[in-house]
Nanobody, 115 residues
Framework: QVQLVESGGGLVQPGGSLRLSCAASGSIFRPNAMGWYRQAPGKERELVAAITSGFTTNYADSVKGRFTISRDNAKNTVYLQMNSLKPEDTAIYYC?????????WGQGTQVTISS
């Protein structure tokens, strides 16, 4: 089993920044991928960004150039630096850990962009 603990969500004005963190614990193996998904009200959950344990990254087109995903393998922690935030970035953000065709999810953290 893998446990994921997220932190860093909140309320920020348009154009602002937030940094999300997600620490994984339990049965951690490599190679793996960790990432962030988000779900806005009335919409399906979508990939925001992902990073493998070899540091290959993947971003949704809507966040390219604004968000940066990174990870610390020694700490089993993934980060999402979000800059130039827009109201449409408002959603619950979920941390994901993917290995051997299995997915584990965090509890989610609310990100609200509003003036």
């Amino acid at each position: 089993q893998v446990q994921l603990v997220e932190s860093g969500g909140g309320l920020v004005q348009p154009g602002g920044s937030l940094r999300l963190s997600c620490a994984a614990s339990g049965s951690i193996f490599r190679p793996n991928a960790m990432g962030w998904y988000r779900q806005a009200p009335g919409k399906e959950r979508e990939l925001v960004a992902a990073i493998t344990s070899g540091f290959t990254t993947n971003y949704a087109d809507s966040v390219k150039g604004r968000f940066t995903i990174s990870r610390d393998n020694a700490k089993n922690t993934v980060y999402l630096q979000m800059n130039s935030l827009k109201p449409e970035d408002t959603a619950i953000y979920y941390c994901n850990y993917h290995i051997f065709s299995m997915d584990y999810w965090g509890q989610g953290t609310q990100v609200t962009i509003s003036s």
